[in-house]
């Protein structure tokens, strides 16, 4: 079993950075490939971005490409999502989530993960 605790959701306005964090417990960090997922009022949960058990490869969706980065340190058990240039489109309750074995081409499949947080609530104002 894995536990993901995500924290650093808050109300920033447009254009403003925030930066998330997901602590991870249960099983060696460095094992897990681990991605971040968004969902706003009435609509899908939402890929973000995904990074390898090392930290060399990254994958993000196009809506946020340029704009969030994804980073890990594995001696903090920790995954973070840097998110620049906050749109209010950006709002969402945003997720941290894992993958035990699976390879990372299926990051961006919410269904391919295995363990997920309860979430933290980003509000971007216009």
């Known amino acids: 079993q894995v536990q993901l605790v995500e924290s650093g959701g808050q109300l920033v306005q447009a254009g403003g950075s925030l930066r998330l964090s997901c602590v991870a417990s249960?099983?060696?960090?460095?094992?897990?490939?681990m991605g971040w997922f968004r969902q706003a009022p009435g609509t899908d949960r939402e890929f973000v971005a995904a990074?390898?058990?090392?930290?060399?490869?990254?994958y993000y969706a196009d809506s946020v490409k340029g704009r969030f980065t994804i980073s890990r340190d594995n001696a903090k058990n920790t995954v973070y999502l840097q998110m620049n240039s906050l749109k209010p489109e950006d709002t969402a309750v945003y997720y941290c989530?894992?993958?035990?074995?699976?390879?990372?081409?299926?990051?961006?499949?919410?269904?391919?993960?295995?363990?997920w947080g309860q979430g933290t609530r980003v509000t971007v104002s216009s």
């Open positions: 989530a894992a993958l035990q074995d699976r390879p990372l081409m299926v990051a961006r499949a919410a269904a391919a993960y295995d363990y």
């Open positions: 249960g099983r060696t960090f460095s094992s897990l490939r």
């Open positions: 990074i390898g058990r090392s930290g060399g490869i990254t």
